[in-house]
């Protein structure tokens, strides 16, 4: 199925319901269609066909949708670029995904005009936001084509989106999706336009270069939702969207949810028509997770994690609102809060094991990298064979993930392979090591590294950040409390206190930039 059916499906049957909603437009589904069908023709006009790629590097706008669709159309693939990124970055990924036309905000114009001269391959640039100079703006590109309906077939496992995964120890792979999976994830998972029921409403504050936003633009318009787009999170856009759009679904990362939940006019908002917050995208600090689970199912909120991969084309597992939800005897809630450390159960159109280093499955409890199989799986890394080769193998999506499945199918995350410490042929979560310096109240956040060492091969090293409440504790009271909890060969033998961990765009925590930064052997210490 070529998703540019998504929107036709939906203009059909809820023509007049508003489709997307932006800062300066808001649109119906059939005025999207219409969009659409004259970008399609303009991009063909542009010489774009299938098999050629498209890139977007713009903060989130409804125009993203019209591009998606238009270029899905015409069979082309779309590659929405990090706007983050820096010169060398993103003349890799333009050169490498051969886009040949780029849609670009004004705010990135000066990036783009900085390595015009090392984009070969690129025939177009076109404003999305503005008219450049001896250039082509986007509305003129729509005001000057027709609207007249464009088709083109496609394949099931052609590709339809290109996103780049952020390097940590290399630049940005391009992880290559097909019309299969991204139909797959959406039709297995969500109910078709129905002009009966009430419209839902979707904000969407992640960006659309990344898996979450990019999923949220298929499954919001096959679904006949309202998608209310954020050029870029505040918690004040964020709470005033809810308000004034009647917004009923959203997705956060876990740093959105920390700053919505602690800011200082938080509690002014009603937020009367929010049933679901979906979070995910990065670890949930276990202390942001017990906030928000006293704060919002109260109100009638929902909470739901999600764990996926761009690899897999988003969600994998689910913690459901239930879970969230500590409405039942002393017993069950303890159960559910050592679940909130989970990422929850497995959704039901792929399947995830636990598989060993010799790939047996595992089970009971025992723990083993995370892999997965199914329609959802990508077709491969951009140009990238051996490391395709590398992460899809004996018909399975190795994640690089280390988990391990509890005797009720919640899925626990221990760590990274790559990130695992072995001490004197021990090996070591540094998950588990980080949840329980997180637990002392003395410790706002903890990140744990390997370090060499001549007497363990490795030794454990916690880069901690001390709370702000409480007196901070010394590093043998540290050492004892890990002790106390875990078994004493995982306690850290090193400790580097910090201001604050450093994160990507997502908050996720960068574990290269730790061991760049405290990664060194310390001479005479040892565990």
């Known amino acids: 199925m070529n998703t540019a059916e998504f929107l036709?499906?939906?203009?059909?049957?809820?023509?007049?319901?508003?489709?997307?909603?932006?800062?300066?437009?808001?649109?119906?589904?059939?005025?999207?269609?219409?969009?659409?069908?004259r970008l399609a023709n303009g991009l063909q006009s542009l010489g774009v066909s299938k098999g050629q790629n498209v890139g977007v590097m713009a903060v989130n706008s409804p125009e993203f949708l019209d591009i998606y669709y238009a270029t899905a159309g015409v069979g082309a693939t779309m590659v929405p670029l990090n706007f983050r990124a820096k010169t060398e970055e993103l003349t890799h990924m333009v050169n490498e995904a051969d886009v040949s036309v780029l849609f670009i905000g004004e705010r990135y114009w000066p990036i783009y005009e900085e390595i015009k001269d090392?984009?070969?391959?690129?025939?177009?640039?076109?404003?999305?936001?503005?008219?450049?100079?001896?250039?082509?703006?986007?509305?003129?590109?729509?005001?000057?084509?027709?609207?007249?309906?464009?088709?083109?077939?496609?394949?099931?496992?052609?590709?339809?989106?290109?996103?780049?995964?952020?390097g940590t120890t290399s630049l940005p792979k391009g992880v290559v999706l097909s019309y299969q999976a991204l139909t797959a994830l959406v039709v297995n998972t969500q109910a078709p336009a129905d002009p009966i029921s009430d419209q839902e409403v979707v904000l969407v504050a992640a960006p659309f270069f990344h898996i979450a936003g990019a999923t949220t633009l298929?499954?919001?318009?096959?679904?006949?939702?309202?998608?209310?787009?954020?050029?870029?999170?505040?918690?004040?856009?964020?709470?005033?969207?809810?308000?004034?759009?009647?917004?009923?679904?959203?997705?956060?990362?876990?740093?959105?949810?920390?700053?919505?939940?602690?800011?200082?006019?938080?509690?002014?908002?009603?937020?009367?028509?929010?049933?679901?917050?979906?979070?995910?995208?990065?670890?949930?600090?276990?202390?942001?997770?017990?906030q928000a689970v006293e704060i919002f199912p109260p109100r009638g909120i929902g909470l739901l994690n999600a764990y996926g991969q761009t690899e897999a084309t988003g969600s994998l597992t689910y913690l459901g609102p239930d879970d969230h939800h500590?409405?039942?005897?002393?017993?069950?809630?303890?159960k559910k809060i050592e679940r909130l450390r989970s990422v929850g159960k497995t959704?039901?159109?792929?399947?995830?094991?636990?598989?060993?280093?010799?790939?047996?499955r595992l089970e009971g409890n025992n723990e083993g990298e995370i892999c997965i199989r199914g329609d959802r799986v990508m077709k491969g890394y951009n140009k990238r064979e051996s490391d395709t080769a590398?992460?899809?193998?004996?018909?399975?999506?190795?994640?690089g993930d280390v988990g391990k499945i509890d005797e009720d199918g919640y899925l626990f995350i221990t760590g990274r392979i790559k990130d695992m410490i072995i001490r004197g042929g021990e090996n070591i979560s540094t998950a588990e090591?980080?949840?329980?310096?997180?637990?002392?109240p003395g410790i706002a956040e903890a990140a744990v590294i390997g370090v060499k060492d001549n007497d363990w091969g490795e030794v454990v090293k916690a880069i901690v950040v001390a709370g702000a409440k409480e007196e901070v504790p010394s590093e043998d009271d540290l050492t004892g409390y890990v002790k106390s909890r875990l078994a004493s060969f995982k306690a850290p033998a090193l400790y580097e206190w910090v201001d604050e961990l450093p994160r990507n765009h997502l908050g996720k925590i960068l574990k290269t930039d730790l061991r760049d930064a405290y990664g060194q052997p310390t001479e005479g210490t040892t565990a």
């Open 8 to 37: 036709t499906i939906s203009a059909a049957i809820v023509p007049d319901r508003t489709a997307v909603v932006g800062a300066d437009r808001r649109s119906t589904y059939g005025e999207l269609q219409s969009i659409v069908n």
């Open 118 to 166: 090392s984009l070969p391959g690129l025939q177009h640039v076109i404003g999305l936001d503005f008219e450049p100079a001896n250039g082509m703006s986007y509305a003129g590109l729509v005001a000057n084509n027709e609207d007249i309906p464009v088709y083109t077939e496609t394949d099931d496992s052609d590709p339809t989106l290109l996103i780049y995964t952020s």
């Open 218 to 290: 298929m499954s919001a318009v096959f679904s006949g939702r309202r998608l209310v787009v954020l050029p870029q999170f505040t918690p004040e856009t964020w709470l005033d969207a809810v308000d004034t759009e009647g917004v009923t679904h959203a997705f956060v990362v876990p740093t959105m949810l920390k700053r919505m939940m602690e800011y200082e006019n938080f509690e002014q908002y009603e937020l009367k028509t929010l049933q679901l917050i979906t979070y995910g995208a990065a670890p949930m600090p276990y202390d942001v997770v017990r």
């Open 326 to 334: 500590l409405n039942g005897t002393l017993e069950e809630n303890d």
């Open 347 to 360: 959704m039901p159109d792929i399947d995830v094991a636990i598989l060993a280093p010799d790939g047996h």
């Open 390 to 399: 590398e992460a899809i193998h004996d018909g399975w999506l190795h994640t």
């Open 433 to 440: 090591i980080e949840n329980v310096l997180e637990d002392h």
